[in-house]
């Protein structure tokens, strides 16, 4: 595997897991924020 592409891709699959995490775990009651609304988003 070529060095260059392991320094594009842990950075990606790192965001891409933070990213995925904020979205599936549940905001607070009452609380409104971006990840919130994207998971409002995604059930409908």
């Given at each position: ?29 009452g609380e409104s924020d971006f990840a919130s ?8």
């Amino acid at each position: 595997m070529p060095e260059w592409l392991l320094e594009v891709m842990l950075p990606s699959v790192v965001f891409g897991g933070l990213l995925i995490m904020w979205i599936t775990i549940p905001a607070p009651e009452g609380e409104s924020d971006f990840a919130s609304r994207l998971r409002d988003r995604f059930r409908k």
